[in-house]
T-cell receptor, first 112, second 117 residues
Framework: QKEVEQDPGPLSVPEGAIVSLNCTYS??????FMWYRQYSRKGPELLMY????GNKEDGRFTAQVDKSSKYISLFIRDSQPSDSATYLC????????????FGGGTRVLVKP | GAVVSQHPSRVICKSGTSVKIECRSL??????MFWYRQFPKQSLMLMAT?????????EQGVEKDKFLINHASLTLSTLTVTSAHPEDSSFYIC?????????????FGSGTRLTVV
């Protein structure tokens, strides 16, 4: 079993819909959680960064972390065709180390 | 925000030659940089952690003598693929911990597509 599980998709939604992405993890030591967007043949771009449990909002993006359930989510409101990409969750422990553990990525297609 | 520049973006080399990939933090000092390899439609695979002024820490299964990492300054880390072979063809990406330290996200370079012919 992988440390971080993420549905590979593809997830296809119409333009304007809400995109809902999530990851589950097994390591209770994870404290820092990130979401990245990666376009084809490009490096990942940091979208959201959260520490411990809670919600964080930035523009059209909302990240949620539920450490008790070991479950994190990313919501994209008013999705646009330009949001079509692969979304990667990543996480790492606190003081114990700084290596990121990635989910496998979810491919998202926003259709005009 | 933090910017990481990676160069070259694409390189084609002959089998048996060496290729150097550079990763620079443009507006912050990065004491720690990471090198990843990514195969098509797969997630990132960490190859090594690079710390300024010390030897890199390689992940299990990554050949240290094949993938040479140098982190000589706080803004530059390099990955050299030595004696490259077609199976080394891949997408290589570097990242750096942000200037906020532990409470920062990690910024990635734009990646280097290596093709060995």
């Amino acid at each position: 079993q992988k440390e971080v599980e993420q549905d590979p998709g593809p997830l296809s939604v119409p333009e304007g819909a809400i995109v809902s992405l999530n990851c589950t993890y097994s390591n209770s030591a994870f404290q820092y959680f990130m979401w990245y967007r990666q376009y084809s043949r490009k490096g990942p771009e940091l979208l959201m960064y959260t520490y411990s449990s809670g919600n964080k909002e930035d523009g059209r993006f909302t990240a949620q972390v539920d450490k008790s359930s070991k479950y994190i989510s990313l919501f994209i409101r008013d999705s646009q065709p330009s949001d079509s990409a692969t979304y990667l969750c990543a996480m790492r422990p606190g003081a114990a180390g700084n290596k990121l553990t990635f989910g496998g990525g979810t491919r998202v297609l926003v259709k005009p | 925000g933090a910017v990481v520049s990676q160069h070259p973006s694409r390189v084609i080399c002959k089998s048996g030659t060496s290729v150097k990939i550079e990763c620079r933090s443009l507006d912050f000092q990065a004491t720690t940089m990471f090198w990843y390899r990514q195969f098509p439609k797969q997630s990132l695979m960490l190859m090594a952690t690079s710390n300024e002024g010390s030897k890199a820490t390689y992940e299990q299964g990554v050949e240290k003598d094949k993938f040479l990492i140098n982190h000589a300054s706080l803004t530059l880390s390099t990955l050299t693929v030595t004696s490259a072979h077609p199976e080394d063809s891949s997408f290589y990406i570097c990242s750096a911990m942000g200037q906020g330290g532990e409470r920062s996200g990690y910024t990635f370079g734009s990646g280097t597509r290596l093709t060995v012919v």
